[in-house]
């Protein structure tokens, strides 16, 4: 299976510049802009990450972003990993436990590798 390096959405107009994280580590952004085929068709081509467009729709990106882009310190991992432990005591008590496709979502979120926005587009997709 091989994994896209270029934006997921769809571009809407030619000159378009696109931030998305990188599928293939996470921690970091990909910068692509939107052309026009020889037929007219609008596709996404990659920006060199030292062209000043993507540095700075990247750097635009990153501002957005609560810190979530960089590895959490060892106190943050241990906070997210007691409230997933809360959260587990919770869903017991209710009779109810996590599944696999959670796990993984949560472990990430945990880890920093997705922020808490993304893990919960994620969820909620499931």
């Not at 241990?78 to 959260?87: N, S, T």
Request: proline share 5%.
């Amino acid at each position: 299976m091989s994994v896209s390096t270029t934006c997921p959405r769809k571009p809407t107009y030619a000159g378009e510049v696109a931030v998305f994280r990188n599928p293939l580590r996470r921690s970091t952004f990909l910068a692509d802009i939107a052309v026009r085929d020889k037929h007219g068709h609008l596709g996404w081509e990659p920006l060199a990450q030292d062209d000043p467009r993507a540095r700075a729709a990247i750097a635009k990106q990153a501002k957005k972003n609560t810190g979530d882009t960089e590895m959490p310190n060892l106190k943050t991992v241990e906070g997210r990993r007691e409230a997933l432990r809360q959260a587990d005591v919770s869903l017991r008590i209710e009779d109810l436990e996590r599944d696999q496709a959670s796990e993984a979502v949560f472990e990430a979120w945990v880890q920093g590798q997705v922020s808490e926005q993304e893990a919960i587009a994620q969820l909620l997709a499931d």
